[in-house]
């Protein structure tokens, strides 16, 4: 199959990788619009909301949780919304769920600064 989250997954693309256990991995959007921009995805491919199993975006949630606090803590953000597209607005057809960091400050960081303070 030709996703390209499972490439970054199995690691055959790179990622800024934030956090990785059995079930989960989740890296910095390439799109940081939002300083701390994070994508959570499932390591088993699921294409969206209708396709994953509950107890999978449960778990997606438990690690959202975990790492709101993170960013929070590490990138000093002052908001935090989780998002997820379905549909053609979907760009990428391997669930996932986006953690967008919100500063009251205009905040400009590279990825690679950005990273620098999650490692
Ligand atoms: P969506 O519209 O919800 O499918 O969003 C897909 C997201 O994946 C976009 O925010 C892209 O910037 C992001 N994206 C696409 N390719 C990569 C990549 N190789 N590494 C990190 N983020 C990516
Ligand atoms: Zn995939």
Avoid: W
Avoid at 5 to 16: A, T, V
Avoid at 51 to 65: E, G, H, Q, V
């Amino acid at each position: 199959m030709d996703c390209i989250f499972c490439k970054i997954i199995n690691k055959e693309i790179p990622s800024y990788k934030i956090y990785e256990d059995d079930t989960v991995y989740a890296f910095l959007d390439l799109n940081q619009e939002h300083c701390g921009h994070t994508l959570i995805v499932p390591k088993e491919h699921f294409q969206d909301i209708d396709d994953i199993p509950n107890d999978k975006l449960m778990y997606i949630f438990d690690i959202a949780r975990k790492l709101k606090k993170e960013l929070t803590e590490k990138l000093n953000c002052e908001g935090i919304a989780l998002t997820q597209n379905n549909g053609f607005i979907q760009e990428v057809k391997h669930f996932h769920l986006h953690l967008l960091p919100y500063y009251k400050n205009n905040v400009q960081m590279t990825i690679e600064e950005v990273y620098d303070k999650l490692k």
